[in-house]
């Protein structure tokens, strides 16, 4: 079972760095190559905080709050850049973090922190608290996505400039997906760091943005269910793919690819793309009728 | 229309076929190992794996251990952390294998000595060396040197059989470099070695002009330059082309023939400490040589050869438990006395490997034995 | 002295930079994409020559050639990745562009090899003083042919008939089409022209370090990332400057500012700082 829990772990994890990511990205309509980025400063706010003696419980807030305000920071470039600008800066944001952690001794530089202490509920505790802070998670993104500053992310995402006309104000709602994004990416990174209980600047680098990213994409930027299922698939995908072993990565992208090509609404796309046409083809049958 | 629903069908068929596979074997003693096949450390995983697979392949062929087949499961974790705990539960939970292997970087392999240390199953580093692996506890060790003691080694070669006095430091900023860089500072005091400068570089950097014109101004005795082959290879390259003449001193990192081939002719008279002697006249070394480049046509490197060591360790420990008890095993390897590739393996309290360091020197294209360091006081690994 | 051979291997290095961004800032410039999986085309055409050399002996050939190839690999890769996605959102092509990128590092390390190729006998090794700096003869060479390919690209935009017509796709693409302009032929003739540019980076970067690896590419992607849109996205000029800009702060910051900042990191310190007070880059347009 062990082995279970501890993918079930993973997986959970994973899934909170993607909904967290959804809602800058999927519901707010900014796109951030830098996510991971935040996750590492949840995770080494968090190992600093449990070594120095804080409860594990405790040192959560302080992760989200930190992550939440560089994330925070990060937002207020989303109001002088758009698009393709800012995705680069988000990109920039990345490689600066491993940039920056890297040098600092007090983080361990290129060391990493290690033995990061456990919170000591057992690998089943730690998978039980993880799931339902997912299922937490899960429920608020859903909530959020149907309450009006859900609809207001939308306007947002689908116009800005609309938005602004008819009285959003956009800066604060821009910062408001920001800050809610970054202050659970955190919250992820604390998760990671005392299962993995290692963290080095590496382990926050840009191919986890993208990887992060990809979730959310694969599964259908906004779509709760499908950044989920998403998030669930990709994260143990080199653990299942182990047998193509020299291929996995190739098969990685080829399908980072694929589904950009044939379905760039990602799995949502694809699954309500087969309900329609379900429906289309049954009432092609109660026509025949 | 109909090419997306084809595409969709397939990934559901893909998908679920991962599900179906399980893999069947005949009653055997497994040793688990994560190696990086895939992503940037690709290179040293094959070599790690190659080397591994001879061990096991030359312990079956003497007949196996306790009467039965040893059986490498392998599984890529492309040297990052995230992808090595799953795996070192997996190996231990699903694979029941009794000895853990790590060919893989110090990150994955600080990771899962975790998993293994509270799953109480013995898992051996072959080359990882951040000083925190063995830390995690009893059950992990190292058949490689720390960063540190391999720097301190590196110190005495420098101040005391090369007799050079003034040396420039070109450290790779990395967990490898930052260690070794640390072991030579703090010993270099002691040899007489005064340090003029350090520069440093990143992994990604093939380019060293801007370093390479501060050295020649600084006109060093010797250069104490970190890495690996490919950053090593151009970076040596550079520093001969703009008139850098004096020693170089490399380490274990350099250790590859990808190294000799990249620098070619400034490769010559190239110094490094490591773990294999080339013109070793120990018959362990001289088989492991010979075998795996008659196996694999590729010359041998340290990666190879650190990851047939701890392999062996493993395979010897196994067989002198007399049962697939891990505990066993454990207590077994912590008193190993093991002829291996690399010399002979044993291990002190931390699980720290006590060993001669190799000095090597490029000669005529190869690596030829320049001297060996025997000083078990300056090499003393840490004991906690 | 000294601050003057750090310019002159800050030069080196901005060429490289220039070679590949220039080609990147192009494709962005005719058809909004990011496109990423460039520096792959970058990491094949150093692949291309160390094969080719090793089997003729002749770099010039291998040079040659390996643009044409990657030049060509460069049109397949727009038919078959970017024109279906042309009309999706941007960040659309931009995760497909990742993906292939990815799929193609791998595919080197599968065909080529993990450990990488090198030059049998690497030609253009010797070492020549000038002026008291100490300089490779591919060292020249990569500058003079940087020099040579971008004032080549610049006179053929300029004067020739299907290069003003480039340039007018780029500035307005429908008003270039209503006046006959063929913009389906630009979108190609751009890929080819940006492609064999980071075929000659690759080459001579291969020649440089007598190494390519798989993941060779993995620098220049993204940073050349950066330095397009610190020259202004789309602006070839800017582009150049940048390029260079970018190739003197790393030399000078490995020196000086090794100790607080990853060099790899010095792009991306410049380009948020600098998109903070100007969004649209330093060089944009208007």
């Not at chain 1, 760095?17 to 949840?42: D, E």
């Not at chain 2, 509270?118 to 072959?126: C, W």
């Not at chain 3, 000659?200 to 590419?217: I, Q, R, Y």
Request: hydrophobic share 50%; net charge neutral.
């Amino acid at each position: 079972m062990e082995y279970e829990i501890s993918l079930l772990t993973i997986v959970g994890i994973s899934i909170i760095g993607a909904l967290s990511l959804n809602m800058i990205l999927g519901f707010c309509g900014q796109i951030s190559l830098g996510h991971a980025a935040f996750i590492g400063v949840g995770a080494y706010t968090s190992s600093i905080l449990t070594k120095s003696g804080v409860p594990f419980l405790l040192s959560l807030p302080g992760a989200m709050a930190l992550s939440c305000l560089i994330g925070i920071i990060v937002g207020f470039s989303s109001l002088r850049v758009r698009h393709d600008f800012l995705a680069i800066t988000t990109m920039g944001v990345s490689f600066l973090f491993t940039g920056v952690v890297r040098k600092q001794e007090v983080l361990g530089g290129e060391m990493g922190i290690a033995m990061i202490p456990d919170p000591g509920w057992g690998k089943l505790g730690y998978m039980v608290f993880v799931i339902l802070l997912v299922v937490i998670l899960a429920i608020f993104s859903l909530y959020l996505k149907r309450s009006w500053m859900g609809y207001t992310f939308d306007a947002v995402a689908e116009d800005e400039d609309t938005a602004s006309i008819v009285g959003v104000n956009v800066a604060s709602f821009k910062l408001i997906a920001f800050a809610l994004g970054t202050a659970f990416a955190g919250l992820a990174g604390a998760l990671y760091a005392h299962n993995v209980k290692f963290i080095d600047p590496e382990s926050f680098g840009f191919i986890e943005s993208i990887t992060v990213l990809s979730m959310v994409v694969i599964g259908g930027t906004g779509s709760v269910w499908g950044v989920i299922t998403a998030a669930a698939v990709l994260s143990v995908f080199p653990l299942w793919f182990q047998f193509i072993d020299d291929y996995k990565l190739l098969v990685y992208g080829t399908l980072l690819c694929i589904v950009m090509l044939f379905s760039p609404q990602g799995l949502s796309g694809i699954v309500a793309d087969l309900k329609g046409r379900l429906v289309n083809s049954k009432e092609g049958l109660h026509a025949a009728d | 229309m109909k090419i997306k629903s084809i595409i969709s069908c397939l990934f559901s068929v893909f998908v679920t076929s991962c599900f179906a596979l399980t893999l069947f074997a005949a009653d055997t003693i497994k040793i688990g190992i994560n190696v990086p096949l895939t992503g940037f450390a690709a290179s040293d995983g094959k070599s790690a794996l190659n080397g591994a697979k001879l061990a096991a392949e030359q312990v079956n062929d003497a007949g196996g251990v306790l009467g039965k087949m040893i059986e490498l499961v392998v599984y890529d974790d492309q040297a990052s952390p995230k992808h090595s705990v799953p795996i070192a539960t997996k190996l231990i939970e699903k694979d029941k294998v009794v000895v853990g292997v790590s060919g893989s970087y110090s990150g994955a392999s600080r990771a899962a000595a975790g998993v293994y240390q509270s799953a109480k199953v013995p898992y051996i580093a072959a080359y990882a060396i951040h000083p925190d692996i063995t830390r995690a506890g009893e059950y992990v060790f190292r058949t490689s040197f720390v960063g540190e003691v391999q720097g301190r080694a590196g110190a005495k070669l420098v101040g005391q059989s090369l007799g050079k006095k003034k040396a420039v430091l070109i450290t790779l900023n990395n967990d490898f470099g930052k260690s070794l860089a640390a072991g030579f500072k703090e010993k270099a005091g002691d040899f007489g070695v005064k340090i003029l400068n350090e520069y440093q570089y990143s992994i990604k950097d093939r380019q060293f002009g801007a370093i390479v014109a501060r050295v020649r101004a600084d006109r060093p005795d010797v250069i104490y330059a970190t890495g690996y082959f490919f950053t090593a290879g151009p970076l040596v390259s550079q520093l001969r082309a703009a008139g850098v003449t004096v020693p170089i001193i490399g380490q274990e990192g350099y250790d590859s023939d990808t190294f000799i081939k990249i620098a070619g002719k400034s490769a010559e008279g190239i110094i490094i400490t490591t773990s294999l002697d080339r013109d070793s006249d120990d018959p362990e070394a001289k088989d492991f040589i010979m075998q795996f480049e008659k196996k694999f046509n590729h010359k041998v490197d340290m990666v190879a050869a650190s990851a047939h060591t701890a392999v062996k360790v493993a395979a010897v420990a196994i067989a002198k438990a007399g049962s697939p008890d891990r505990k066993a095993i454990r207590d077994a390897i912590a008193k190993s006395e093991v002829p291996a590739s690399t010399g002979i393996i044993s291990f002190n309290a931390l699980g720290e490997v006590i060993k001669d360091v190799q000095v090597q020197v490029v000669r005529d294209g190869d690596f030829r034995r320049h001297s060996i360091i025997h000083d078990p006081v300056l090499l003393a690994p840490p004991t906690k | 002295m000294f601050i003057f051979e750090l310019l002159v291997q800050g030069l080196i290095q901005g060429g490289i930079y220039a070679l590949i961004a220039i080609g990147l800032t192009l494709v962005y410039g005719l058809l909004r994409i990011l496109h990423v999986a460039h520096a792959g085309l970058y990491a094949l055409g150093g692949y291309c020559a160390i094969l080719i050399t090793n089997a003729s002996g002749s770099f010039g050939l291998a040079l040659t050639c390996s643009m044409i190839i990657v030049g060509i690999i460069g049109m397949v890769v727009y038919r078959i990745f970017y024109q279906p996605l042309l009309d999706k959102a941007p960040f659309v092509a931009l995760i497909a562009s990742i993906g292939l990128f990815i799929a193609m590092e791998e595919i080197f390390r599968i065909i080529f090899g993990a450990y990488g190729l090198t030059f049998s006998a690497p030609p253009l090794q010797d070492t020549v003083v000038f002026l008291g700096i100490y300089l490779r003869q591919c060292e020249i060479a990569s500058i003079v042919l940087a020099i040579g390919l971008i004032a080549g690209l610049s006179l053929f935009t300029k004067y020739s008939r299907i290069g003003i017509a480039w340039r007018a796709t780029v500035t307005d693409p429908e008003m270039a089409e209503s006046f006959g302009v063929d913009v389906i032929k630009v979108r190609y003739l751009n890929f080819f022209i940006g492609s064999m540019m980071a075929a000659a980076a690759g080459s001579m970067v291969a020649l440089l370090n007598n190494l390519v690896e798989p993941t060779m590419g993995s620098v220049p992607s993204y940073k050349a990332l950066a330095i397009i849109v610190l020259g202004g996205l789309g602006n070839v000029r800017g582009t150049l400057i940048a390029s260079l800009a970018i190739g003197i702060a790393e030399a000078v910051g490995t020196i000086y500012l090794g100790n607080i900042l990853d060099r790899d990191s010095i792009a991306f310190a410049f380009l948020i700082v600098v998109l903070m007070l100007k969004p649209q880059g330093l060089f944009s347009k208007g």
